[in-house]
């Protein structure tokens, strides 16, 4: 799997799934998570609606994923992922590493041969960029899948930089 970096808005990806970094609510809220849904309009937010209904009444476990249509984003689907929340006395990196696979398993269940990702979990949710960055690298890269490119598409310079340095360093 050939893994890339880019600096910029993730809703503009032409890829055939955008990991979105969800609530557990799966039913929009700020950060990449708004971002999507503004971007990608009510199609998603409905298919988000009958997830909550049927397979997820209380809503999306942490380090879980689950696809749906990406509405009138430049991609197929959507996967959405809950990160967890960084707690600095508590190890949950196996957690967010989860969010990396579990989100390439159900790339590889839609035949998706093209994934963006975001930095889950360094937004509201605290984690430390350059920390969130080595889980990330290092979870794609030892992830088997039949994904042909991960593509970590990180919105700031400071983001891009820390990922980059993942990458060289991992």
């Not at 997820?56 to 967890?84: D, F, K, M, N, S």
């Amino acid at each position: 799997m050939r893994i890339t970096l880019l600096q910029g808005d993730i809703t503009a990806q032409r890829v055939d799934a955008v990991v979105n970094a969800a609530n557990s609510s799966l039913l929009g809220g700020g950060g990449v998570d708004g971002a999507i849904h503004r971007r990608g309009g009510p199609a998603i937010l409905e298919e988000c609606r009958k997830l909550r209904a049927s397979h997820y009444g209380r809503g999306l476990p942490t380090g879980q994923a689950v696809a749906t249509t990406a509405g009138e984003l430049p991609a197929r689907w959507v996967i959405h992922t809950v990160g967890p929340v960084y707690s600095a006395g508590e190890d949950r990196s196996e957690l967010l590493a989860s969010c990396y696979r579990e989100s390439l398993r159900v790339a590889d269940e839609l035949g998706a041969a093209s994934v963006a990702f975001p930095a889950v979990s360094t937004g509201i949710f605290g984690w430390p960029m350059d920390d969130a960055a080595r889980i990330a690298v290092g979870t794609v890269r030892a992830t088997p899948a039949r994904v042909e490119e991960a593509r970590f598409v990180l919105f700031t310079a400071d983001a891009y930089a820390a990922f980059e340095r993942a990458l060289v360093t991992g």
